[in-house]
């Protein structure tokens, strides 16, 4: 929402006063003030009149419903964000649509006139920034209103629809559930008995660069193996997001070793600590590499491999843990990570066809995506046999898996979505990808209000400091919320899958779910979800496809 409250905008001082509506050879001009009038009491005066007799009842109400959403997003967060290479990206695109009265792309008019009217108020909406564009008037072809007009109904209302849908759905699936009172049972979200040593690992191997150069990589493992367990631990793997570290997820791997599971946080050095300030201060403002998306499954690969090695040499390893039957759990590019290792083929044909489509993006995981372009030629099949069930959370999928790419995975998968992520979006990328994975044993968990960095704590070094705005912005409310829900579903999902804890399947129900939910994130949870019900939440046939077109997987020509 706070993207699209770019769209129009200016300021009777020295703000566009007038918009000029081009529809063919015809050129409407309206009043800022008589597109107020409408947005706040829905009347069509005179000058609207020629406009709604066209445009038709119901593409009315949609402008209705655009010209009255308001944008809380902080001056700070709005400067930062809309200087921020990928942001620049979409903004240029949208100034094509939305054009200064001469016909010039509008891009500068529109990133001054959202930062002026976020320094003057800390709610705002498309009226006030029009009050506020650097120019006399705005231009925009009718042709492209529809545009806009789907771009916000795919990030707004069908979203909205969506949300409902799971919603019922979870209501359905709870009450076919057996009755259990679960205040009687352990709580999931509570740590377990276990005590549990830490250790680092430091490992490196050679890597090509995109120009063909070999160089070393060098990383850190941390690890957290319990004690006085009566048999091999299990053994989960949790991969950062871009941008983070082993210690944002410090808080679930403790969690995990307290209930006897070995766990292992690589650090993946080419998205990890050294860019956090470029992405959360610049919103993906980085220079991400984009060898990262096969390097980091090899990290994963290689930190397995050398937990084989050790638990065979290592006196203090030594028949300590069962590398049989790994976990994987993921945020972000981390979930990204986890897909891939857990058999999610890089679809590089997708990659090549998607990408090379000029169009306005309204999901920012997809600039990163495309940065896959430039890897050299990949089958893109980076799975590990050893991964027997996987978690992923808030990733991203759409473009570098797709259906064809997701439907390649074979075991249990949980996909964890946020309603409020503004960097992954979560119809494109977690919900109707989990329409396309064919495992039997599949779960979509729906964290509502939540945002993209919830599941990550940071550095945890102050986990009791109040949350500034842009924490709020990527987080969203009661970050440590999320992240007990994270726990709890965690834990029972793991505890099922590899460690073979069929009296944990209790807690992957929606009615156990509804008894832990509380405000400000309410938490939902699903085993079945199909397009017949989200299209009837929506009452029509949605903006966005639930199956893209079907492109082949790449192989390369040998």
């Known amino acids: 929402m706070g993207i699209l409250s770019i769209t129009l905008k200016p300021k009777p001082a020295f703000g566009a006063e007038q918009v000029y509506i081009i529809y063919g050879p015809l050129k409407l001009s309206l009043t800022v003030d008589s597109l107020r009038t409408f947005a706040e009491t829905g009347k ?7 406009y709604a007799r066209f445009a038709g009842e119901q593409a009315m109400a949609r402008l209705r419903r655009m010209l009255q959403i308001r944008s809380q997003l902080p001056v700070t967060t709005v400067s930062q964000l809309t200087y921020a290479p990928m942001s620049e990206d979409f903004l240029q695109r949208i100034g094509h649509y939305v054009q200064t009265e001469s016909g010039i792309n509008g891009f500068h008019a529109i990133r001054a006139a959202w930062i002026l009217s976020a320094s003057k108020s800390n709610s705002y909406t498309l009226i006030d920034v029009m009050r506020n564009y650097p120019a006399q008037g705005i231009r925009i072809d009718v042709a492209n209103i529809q545009k806009l007009q789907n771009l916000l109904l795919t990030l707004i209302n069908y979203k909205n629809a969506v949300i409902g849908a799971i919603a019922l759905q979870a209501k359905v699936e709870a009450a076919a559930e057996p009755q259990i009172n679960f205040s009687l049972s352990p709580d999931p979200r509570k740590s377990g008995k276990f005590q549990f040593l830490q250790r680092t690992l430091e490992l490196q191997r050679s890597m090509p660069t995109l120009r063909g150069e070999r160089i070393i990589r060098k990383f850190k493992v941390n690890l957290y193996i319990p004690e006085s367990l009566p048999q091999p631990a299990p053994v989960v793997v949790i991969s950062h997001g871009m941008g983070s570290t082993p210690s944002g997820f410090s808080y679930l791997g403790e969690h995990l070793a307290t209930h006897g599971f070995a766990v292992a946080i690589p650090e993946h050095i080419g998205s990890g ?69 857990a058999g ?42 050893r991964i027997r069930a996987v978690i992923s959370v808030n990733p991203l999928t759409s473009i570098v898996f797709g259906p064809e790419g997701m439907s390649e995975i074979e075991i249990p998968t949980m996909l964890m979505s946020a309603t409020n992520d503004i960097l992954t979006a979560p119809v494109p990328e977690q919900i109707h990808p989990f329409l396309w994975l064919k495992t039997p044993e599949k779960y979509l968990a729906l964290m509502i209000e939540a945002g993209h960095t919830a599941a990550d704590q940071g550095d945890g070094s102050n986990p009791n400091l109040p949350q500034t705005s842009r924490d709020i912005l990527f987080a969203g409310p009661a970050p440590n919320l999320t992240r007990e829900y994270i726990q709890a579903l965690s834990l029972a999902f793991m505890q099922i899958y590899i460690g073979n804890r069929l009296e944990y399947q209790k807690y992957l129900r929606a009615s ?30 949605p903006p966005l496809e639930f199956f893209p077109a079907p492109v082949e997987v790449f192989v390369p020509k040998m």
Not at 44 to 50: A, C, Q, S, T, W
Not at 277 to 282: H, I, V
Not at 520 to 529: A, D, E, G, H, N
């Open 44 to 50: 069509v005066d005179n000058e609207l009149k020629f």
């Open 344 to 385: 999610a083929r890089l679809n590089m044909t997708r990659v090549y066809h998607d990408c090379a489509i000029d169009r306005t993006r309204n999901n920012l995981s997809t600039y990163l995506q495309c940065l896959s372009q430039q890897l050299p030629a990949t089958d893109g099949r980076l799975g590990d046999p």
């Open 273 to 341: 600590k050294a860019i956090k300030e470029a992405l959360f201060a610049g919103l993906i403002n980085t220079n991400v590499y984009p060898t990262d998306f096969v390097e980091r499954p090899k990290d994963v690969q290689q930190t397995l491999d050398e937990l084989e090695w050790l638990s065979h040499s290592d006196p203090n390893l030594k028949g300590r843990l069962n590398l049989q039957n790994v976990g994987m759990i993921g945020h972000s590019f981390g979930g990204y990570t986890a897909l891939a290792v």
């Open 512 to 541: 156990y779910v509804n008894s832990i939910t509380q405000e400000p994130i309410q938490l939902k949870l699903v085993r079945s979800l199909t397009p017949t019900q989200l299209q009837q939440a929506y009452g029509d046939s």
